[in-house]
């Protein structure tokens, strides 16, 4: 698998000391479909569109969106792009650019509104990742042709169908909201963004390009 490193060298540093060991096998049972609707658009040439969906788009599927864009940075793979939306919109928790921020993401708020929108670089040369909370619907996630990542058993529950999605992949993680205002918040913040990060980073080293 081809590796670029033209990632800010922070996040690379976090990259590298991901352990993919740490996936049991019934979890990659879970990542599977992703790693098979990622490889059969490389092979056919298509472009990959993953929408990364939770209730609020507040926290797991931002995390997911942005890691997604990331590794698919760091694999070299083309093609890739990484949205994220809820069943209903809310605010992209300030917890999470707080977390991003640490892993060596630059984030500047765009706009400073009750849903800010926030600028999220990964490399110096590629556009940034704009966030803010959003409906999976929004004009800014695509229409059709795209995998619905549900990343919320209450979203996955929620929304049986997906209008547009071209496959609809469960991928579930525990939400780090159960942590906000406790002495250990930033810290599953931190656990709950590097598991993302490793089962994506996992995901993306499968695929042939």
């Not at 670029?4 to 740490?22: A, H, M």
């Not at 019934?26 to 990622?38: G, M, N, T, Y």
């Not at 929620?158 to 002495?183: L, S």
């Amino acid at each position: 698998m081809t590796r670029q490193s033209n990632l800010f060298p922070e996040i690379e540093e976090v990259i590298k000391g991901l352990n993919p060991q740490t996936i049991s096998e019934e979890r990659k049972a879970v990542l599977k479909p992703l790693v098979d609707f990622i490889q059969s658009k490389v092979l056919n040439d298509q472009k990959i569109r993953l929408n990364f969906i939770c209730t609020h788009n507040s926290r797991r599927s931002h995390l997911g969106q942005i890691w997604a864009q990331t590794m698919a940075n760091y694999f070299a793979i083309k093609n890739v792009f990484c949205y994220s939306g809820g069943t209903e919109a809310t605010a992209l928790f300030p917890m999470v650019a707080e977390t991003l921020q640490n892993s060596g993401f630059q984030i500047k708020a765009l706009s400073k509104t009750e849903n800010p929108v926030y600028s999220i670089k990964y490399t110096d040369n590629e556009h940034p990742i704009i966030g803010f909370s959003k409906t999976l619907d929004d004009d800014f996630n695509p229409k059709s042709e795209f995998a619905a990542i549900m990343t919320c058993s209450q979203a996955d529950g929620g929304c049986p169908f997906i209008a547009g999605a071209e496959k609809r992949i469960p991928i579930t993680f525990e939400d780090p909201k159960a942590f906000d205002n406790t002495a250990q918040q930033a810290e599953k913040y931190k656990e709950r963004s590097l598991q993302i990060a490793t089962e994506l980073f996992y995901i993306f080293s499968q695929i042939n390009s």
